[in-house]
């Protein structure tokens, strides 16, 4: 037997009970401001889509329905003495913006983040509003990459730059900058596209000449099969590496202490 459904005052949309129950104990806890101009938001952007979609919508659906319920229980979570009215300028670009990203997981937790923190006034500092379109415009690859760096705000994560050198001159060709070693699941190009966006979104930095002492680390760029790829692509040529170092940006160090939860 299906799960009896209800009119939810908030939304305006039939929910499973349970769901509506849900945000009405969340209701109940906040205060009836931050519940109701969040609910006002929510409508405006996703008032036209119905919980109880057709077949062809029936993953979106699952998805948004398990959006609310994260949304709601990270809400509950902020202390009563730290909630602030919701940012209409945040809130409303982060659930505009979810429609699009709210398939993965990853991204859909980035969103959820946002929000509930920028309701909690421990991140009032390092909230900002272009977050939102940054969540927009990355993949789940470079959502995992970020994670990398949480908890390395100062030391960065070794990187390398691949180069053939010519024997018999000093000129040099960089086929392969950016080479990330920390994320293994996907292949070293991927991953160098992945820093590139990163970076390009003000995220992480890769300052120029710049490398840790952790030579140990950097000898496994030369034990890659890329590189032996690369000396048996090019057996008249010297294959190298240059040292490189990515480290998060002053903006890549707030948005992972507000969007990337713990």
Known sequence: MSEKSTTNTIFNAEVPESVDNAFKNLTEKLTLNIGDTLSDIWYMVFGSISYHAEKKRIKYSHSLKQF??????????IPPEKQLEPSFQITAQALENAKYCINENELREMFTSLISNSMNSDFLQDIHPSFAEIIKQMSVIDARILKKFKGKYISGIPICHYQIESKTSKGYITVLKNAFLEY???????????LSSLTRLGLLEIPYAEYLDLPDYYEQFKHHPYFFALEKSFPDKNVTIQKSVARLSPLGCSFIKVCIPD
């Open 68 to 77: 609310h319920q994260e949304l709601s229980a990270s809400l509950s979570n």
């Open 184 to 194: 293994p699941e996907a292949s070293l190009e991927l991953c160098s596209q992945s």
